[in-house]
């Protein structure tokens, strides 16, 4: 098995930065691929930011695409990401989750773990 526990989330201004961190325990031999989904109220969870196994590839949602950052420290096996000139429709909870695959993965029906979440909320 393989635990994913994020932190960073909080409450901050719009226009606001927030680094958020996905670190990794257990069997994590066996995941490779990351990936940041949200969570809004009423809403279903979608796609935030995807990163190989390596970190040498990344993929966006278009909706954060030049204001997010996905990134990864194997070594330490974490993840982040780096939220900048946040707005209030990033208001959500944020999941990290993990894959056994060596690419970026996007779809949300391919991850094997997931986190419990950190809440962000963006006032404005």
């Known amino acids: 098995q393989v635990q994913l526990v994020e932190s960073g989330g909080g409450l901050v201004q719009a226009g606001g930065s927030l680094r958020l961190s996905c670190a990794a325990s257990?069997?994590?031999?066996?995941?490779?691929?990351m990936g940041w989904f949200r969570q809004a109220p009423g809403k279903e969870r979608e796609f935030v930011a995807a990163i190989n196994w390596s970190g040498g590839s990344t993929y966006y949602a278009d909706s954060v695409k030049g204001r997010f950052t996905i990134s990864r420290d194997n070594a330490k096996k974490t993840v982040y990401l780096q939220m900048n000139s946040l707005k209030p429709e990033d208001t959500a909870v944020y999941y990290c989750a993990a894959d056994r695959s060596l690419g970026v993965v996007i779809s949300i029906t391919s991850y094997d773990y997931w986190g419990q979440g950190t809440q962000v909320t963006v006032s404005s």
């Open positions: 257990g069997r994590t031999s066996s995941t490779t691929a």
